[in-house]
Structure formats: structure tokens, C-alpha cells
């Protein structure tokens, strides 16, 4: 089995959980900003496994062209499985069939070109992405067992709080497993940068009633953390005074953009404070699949 990576020390790990080999190309950079990549070295033909990690350095445009070449030179719809631990553009997907939009192309590239994509906390459900690829094409990840770890490093203290209803589903599951109450924001978008937030009468109580615990807000993502901000200080208006953010993928391109410090998986190469490793997870989801199709 040989496993291709960009992100060495995690494509090292990854290899020697699957009990493979491991390879990684690396780019030739000109004055003029070209980059080419080299066809590899000997032996290095088509990869079993593609972990392609986005970065919090370079544009999500010129990434999403790399990995259309990193396709083209390793991948076999026969036998490569695709893992993307972080993908952009799914914030809004899908789009209205009059757009060509980025995400549709990357899709369309990934059908042809791989036998099955992995994804780690997608931003949208498993019903909406099987718009584009078949549910048997592509496995979300689970890593709830990664962040339940985390959170019980924080001590059995805790009240979970969803930034928004989108949320919800995903931190009432997380509490139900950790036996920890939790607590859900109303937000509503007033327009691309600006959003409003408060808590009903039940969340409200729940709080306050809870106000000296550690209160954790859980999100997928985060850019700016102005969500998390506000979230933040809305808690604290209601006695709240010890708060974690806790995230999947943080895209903040460093925290001098960010407004609040967040605790984050390493689903990004760049993203800072990462709390928990996703490499473990990945590798069982990869080896619990192909034991499957061999039963």
C-alpha cells in the first residue's frame, strides 16, 4: 500500500498504521511564483491513499488547483481513496444549477478520479452531498470519540453550548455520550458580516443555573471567530465566566485574525493549538472499510 502525502509527519503516521509506504512530492518554486510538481520517484505510481491537507497559508484557490494535479498524477478511480480532512467551498454548497461554482469542478474531478472520498466534519449533511457523489463514493469520518477525549481533559464540569441550531445536533449527541448537560444559542445572519444572538427562556435558565461550570462552545469552523466572540460574550452576560471554543477546522490563517482563542483538530497544516489528532481516526475508518469489502 503506498500513501501519498503533503502533509509528511501525519502521511508518516497514516502509513505506518495501514502498514505501508509512504511518499511525498514536493513542489519546485520559480522567481515568477510557477510551481511544478515532479512525477515522484521510482516505484511511486498510483496511490492506495491520497491524505491532501489544505494549508492556512496559501489562497484555498490555489490549493484546490494543486490537489486537481495531485488527482491527475496519483490518483486511479480503481483503487485510490481520497482523504480530505478539511475541503473549502462546502459552506454553502450546493449551489444553484445556473452557477459554475469551484466546489462542483473539484467533485466532478474527484467522481473520475478516485474510488472513494473521505471527509472529516463537512459543513453540510451526508444527504445533501450525495447531490454530487454517490453515498457509496464518499465516508464522513467520525471523530466524536476524539473530541469526547478532549473535552474529558477538561473535567466532567462542563456545559456544552451550540452557537446556532445548525450546531445543535452535533453537541446534543456529544453530551449525551459524555453525560454533560448542554445549552443551545438562537443566531440569526442580519447580513454577511453581522449576526444576532440570544438565548430563549429554557437556555437561558439552564446558563444560569450551570454559571460556574466551564462552558464549551462547539463549532465546525471557524474564520474570523466573531461567532464565537459574540456566543462568548452572551454567556457572560448571563454569569458565565470560564468559556472553551472548540472546533473542528480552524481557517483563520493565524490567530491575529481571530477575535477568541479556539482549540481546533489538526485538519488544516498552519492551524495552531491543535488539541486533538485526527491521523488514529482516518486510519480506522480506511481499515474498517476495506475489511468490509473483503467480508
Avoid at 473549502?88 to 474510488?115: H, Q, T, W
Avoid at 462542563?158 to 448542554?182: C, F, I
Avoid at 472548540?246 to 497544516?269: A, I, M, N, P, W
Wanted: glycine share 6%; charged share 25%.
Amino acid at each position: 500500500m503506498l500513501v501519498v502525502s503533503n502533509a509528511v509527519a501525519d502521511g508518516k503516521r497514516l502509513a505506518k498504521k495501514l502498514n505501508g509506504n509512504f511518499f511525498s512530492p514536493r513542489e519546485t518554486v520559480f522567481p515568477d511564483s510557477e510551481k511544478i510538481f515532479p512525477v515522484g520517484g521510482r516505484g511511486v505510481t498510483v496511490a492506495d491513499v491520497l491524505l491532501f491537507k489544505f494549508n492556512t497559508v496559501e489562497s484555498f484557490d490555489d490549493q484546490l488547483f494543486n490537489l486537481l494535479c495531485w488527482l491527475r498524477r496519483f490518483a486511479d478511480r480503481r483503487v485510490t481513496r481520497l482523504v480530505l480532512p478539511y475541503l473549502p467551498y462546502l459552506r454553502s454548497y450546493p449551489f444553484s444549477r445556473r452557477d459554475v461554482d469551484k466546489l462542483a469542478v473539484i467533485f466532478l474531478a474527484i467522481a473520475e478520479r478516485v474510488k472513494k472520498l473521505y471527509l472529516v466534519s463537512p459543513h453540510v449533511s451526508v444527504t445533501r452531498l450525495a447531490v454530487s457523489l454517490p453515498l457509496h463514493r464518499f465516508t464522513v469520518i467520525n471523530i466524536d470519540r476524539q473530541i469526547i477525549a478532549f473535552l474529558a481533559s477538561l473535567g466532567q464540569d462542563l456545559l456544552l453550548v451550540a452557537p446556532d441550531a445548525g450546531s445543535a445536533p452535533t453537541v446534543r449527541q456529544l453530551a449525551t455520550a459524555g453525560g454533560w448537560d448542554y445549552a443551545v444559542i438562537s443566531k440569526r445572519r442580519i447580513s454577511p458580516v453581522a449576526v444576532v444572538m440570544h438565548l430563549d427562556k429554557q437556555n437561558k435558565k439552564i446558563v444560569s443555573a450551570n454559571a460556574a461550570k466551564r462552558f464549551v462552545i462547539i463549532d465546525d469552523m471557524v474564520s474570523t471567530g466573531a461567532t464565537l466572540a459574540k456566543a462568548g460574550a452572551l454567556l457572560r452576560s448571563c454569569g458565565a465566566n470560564k468559556i472553551t471554543c472548540l472546533v473542528t477546522h480552524d481557517t483563520s490563517r493565524g490567530s491575529r485574525r481571530r477575535k477568541v482563542e479556539v482549540r481546533c483538530s489538526d485538519s488544516l497544516l498552519g492551524a495552531p493549538a491543535a488539541s486533538f489528532d485526527l491521523t488514529g481516526c482516518i486510519a480506522a475508518t480506511i481499515m474498517a472499510d476495506r475489511s468490509a469489502r473483503r467480508n
